[in-house]
């Protein structure tokens, strides 16, 4: 890994860098790159929020009716 | 407060595996919402969570005795429901769907991204841009797009939070493999969320 790494290597090295678990030389390389690349920083914007986008928009709540029928089934079958 | 109501988890799995069945409706009803969404997760359906729901706290009822404390309860109800998620998946015919890849992030001839930074930066705001049914609508079908392996890693990982570790243990694969198939998977989503949003990739 060099300090010229290009938007692509950045990006398939951008999960692995923001769980921490890249060298040094490659996490240098990657932060020297994001100095520099304004298309990286938004990219890696929208890459952090897409889980929490995701998360909220597919929180689905137990129905009660669900909860109830949940609790029958486990009294007939137990 | 009921002594039950005050026990942990490990406490009130012992007490239901000996036989309490207040202990045991405790651990229903504390974990039943966590178990459920991560069912609907997987499945994208209110019936096959339904199902899933069911058979894990029944093999959860039945593997009590199983259960000896050596991890957190709630690690190894995520395990049985794991296993009920992937029982049920075997059973259903999968309905065909168009891969997503069409989304994945575009480089030009030198390796650097074709889009522009605004364009680049739009999945970031999907949720102000459409209402919040419409991306539900379309959360949904992002997640039923995903393969298999990539959902469930993504839906562990990112939508349940859990720690790299946890998945690698409860997938069979190791942290490498989760992070890959956790990357691909926010790869194509992200670009997914972008398409919603207005901007091709």
């Known amino acids: 890994m060099t300090a010229q790494l290009v938007c692509r290597d950045g990006v398939e090295l951008l999960m692995d860098y923001l769980e921490g678990v890249l060298s040094e030389t490659e996490r240098e390389a990657i932060e020297a790159h994001l100095t520099r690349c304004p298309r990286c920083v938004a990219f890696v914007e929208s890459y952090q929020q897409t889980p929490r986008i995701l998360r909220a928009a597919t929180a689905a709540e137990l129905p009660e009716h669900l909860a109830a029928s949940l609790r029958q089934f486990l009294a007939e079958e137990r | 407060m009921t002594p039950a109501a005050a026990a942990n988890d490990e406490k009130l799995a012992a007490l239901a595996a000996a036989g309490d069945a207040a202990a045991f409706e405790m651990l229903v009803s504390r974990h039943q919402a966590r178990v459920y969404r991560l069912a609907w997760r997987l499945t994208q359906s209110e019936a096959d969570a339904q199902d899933i729901l069911q058979e894990t706290f029944l093999a959860a009822y039945r593997g009590l005795q199983l259960f000896r404390g050596a991890s957190r309860f709630s690690t ?9 998620a992937l029982m049920h998946r075997r059973q259903q015919s999968r309905r065909k769907t168009e891969p997503l890849d069409a989304y994945l992030p575009r480089f030009d001839e030198n390796g650097q991204h074709a889009a522009e930074p605004a364009d680049l930066r739009t999945a970031s705001r999907a949720d102000e841009i459409l209402d919040q049914k419409q991306l539900a609508e379309r959360a949904r079908e992002g997640l039923e797009r995903l393969p298999d392996m990539y959902r469930d890693a993504f839906v562990l990982r990112d939508l349940q939070e859990l ?7 409860l997938l069979g694969i190791d942290r490498a493999a989760v992070r890959q198939r956790v990357h691909r998977a926010r790869l194509m989503l992200r670009g997914f969320l972008s398409h919603l949003a207005g901007v091709t990739p």
Do not use: G, H
């Open chain 2, 163 to 169: 720690s790299t570790d946890d998945v690698a243990e």
């Open chain 2, 76 to 84: 190894w109800l995520y395990r049985v429901a794991m296993n009920a």
